[in-house]
Every structure is written in C-alpha cells, then in structure tokens.
C-alpha cells in the first residue's frame, strides 16, 4: 500500500473510534486518537491536561473563557494555540507514514498538504449511539441522549470554527458511513475497499 492517511471524522457513539483502531490494525499502521494531544503537548510546551480539557470543545468553554486574550508573546488566545499545535502535531504525523487519524479536523489540517488523504464520515442512529453511549462507554441511561447530542454540537462547533467547512457535511468527505447499518467490521471492510478502489 501507498502512503496514504485515513481521516476519520464521527458522530459520537457511532463507534468511529473503534472503526479507526480495527482499520489501523487490519492496515498494519498506527492510528491516533487521543493520542494525538501527547504529541502535541510534546511538542508544544503546553500541558497536555489543558489539550484533555478543550479537546474538541468550542471556544465558548470555562477554560477558554479564563486564559483567552492575551497569552504568551504573539497574543493569540489559548484556544487557537492549541488547535495550531494540534494542527502541527497531525502534519508531523503525516510525514512519518501512513496512519488513521481520528477528529481534530485532520481533514482540515491536511486539505493542501502533500500527502494521499481519504476523508471518512462515521454516522449512526440515534438510539444506536445513545446505547453504545451506555453500554461501552458508561454514561447513565437518564444523561446519554443529552450526552450524544451536547458532544456532537460540542464537535461541530470546534470544525466549524477552525475549518472552512461544515461538520458533517456529505459533500466535504470522500465517504460517509452508516454505522448502525453497517455494523463496525462491516463498516472497517468498507473503508478498505474504498481504499484499494483508490490506490
């Protein structure tokens, strides 16, 4: 296989963590994730409990509120700092070799840069991600269709500032996905077949 990386942009509980982490393997490449804020706060100097606190979150959040306006030497807010050093992070990462990366607008950040992309958009149905909000990630029956919808809202307001796209949007992805239809290993030999149709 080429280089190539697999973005993966998804619904939360429609299970696109898994499907990238299966891909990867089955690919034999690394995947990140959460991953992803290590190497940027590495990189960066910043805590990388500052990156766990405003991952994917919009501007408005608490932390941003406090630290927004004049931070370090150029005066950029916190929160676009963190989203350069992420941006640089996935770049970085790109170089090295193939990869799946998942969220933090890669897409976005890898839209003119040198390298085989293939932009992937994992959806499901409510009730199917509301359950697997239950089940595989422990959120409380009574908060996990308000937890599914606040999330999703929470990443589309993050892609939708920092990129010049709409999240979600069909158009702006090679490939959108079903999950609830699909199933997860279904859904990962999708992609792959996607893959080789574009090698």
Same mark, same amino acid.
């Given at each position: 296989?080429?280089?190539?990386?697999?973005?993966?942009?998804?619904?939360?509980?429609?299970?696109?963590?898994?499907?990238?982490?299966?891909?990867?393997?089955?690919?034999?490449?690394?995947?990140?994730?959460?991953?992803?804020?290590?190497?940027?706060?590495?990189?960066?100097?910043?805590?990388?409990?500052?990156?766990?606190?405003?991952?994917?979150?919009?501007?408005?959040?608490?932390? *941003?509120?406090?630290?927004?306006?004049?931070?370090?030497?150029?005066?950029?807010?916190?929160?676009?700092?963190?989203?350069?050093?992420?941006?640089?992070?996935?770049?970085?990462?790109?170089?090295?070799?193939?990869?799946?990366?998942?969220?933090?607008?890669?897409?976005?950040?890898?839209?003119? *840069?040198?390298?085989?992309?293939?932009?992937?958009?994992?959806?499901?149905?409510?009730?199917?991600?509301?359950?697997?909000?239950?089940?595989?990630?422990?959120?409380?029956?009574?908060?996990?269709?308000?937890?599914?919808?606040?999330?999703?809202?929470?990443?589309?307001? *993050?892609?939708?500032? *920092?990129?010049?796209?709409?999240?979600?949007?069909?158009?702006?992805?090679?490939?959108?996905?079903?999950?609830?239809?699909?199933?997860?290993?279904?859904?990962?030999?999708?992609?792959?077949?996607?893959?080789?149709?574009?090698?």
């Amino acid at each position: 296989m080429d280089n190539i990386i697999i973005t993966i942009g998804r619904q939360y509980g429609s299970g696109g963590r898994m499907i990238g982490q299966k891909l990867a393997k089955d690919l034999n490449i690394p995947c990140y994730d959460k991953e992803l804020l290590t190497i940027a706060a590495k990189e960066s100097g910043f805590s990388e409990e500052i990156f766990k606190t405003m991952d994917e979150k919009p501007t408005g959040s608490f932390l *941003y509120s406090l630290v927004s306006g004049t931070y370090g030497t150029n005066h950029l807010p916190l929160n676009h700092k963190l989203f350069l050093a992420q941006f640089d992070a996935i770049r970085s990462i790109a170089e090295k070799g193939s990869c799946v990366i998942v969220g933090r607008c890669a897409d976005y950040a890898l839209e003119d *840069y040198p390298v085989k992309c293939i932009n992937v958009f994992i959806h499901a149905d409510l009730q199917d991600r509301v359950t697997r909000a239950i089940e595989e990630y422990g959120i409380s029956p009574d908060k996990a269709e308000e937890t599914v919808q606040r999330t999703d809202k929470q990443r589309a307001s *993050y892609y939708n500032f *920092y990129s010049d796209k709409k999240w979600g949007v069909v158009d702006h992805y090679d490939i959108t996905l079903d999950s609830s239809k699909l199933g997860i290993d279904n859904t990962v030999e999708m992609i792959k077949h996607f893959i080789s149709l574009n090698q």
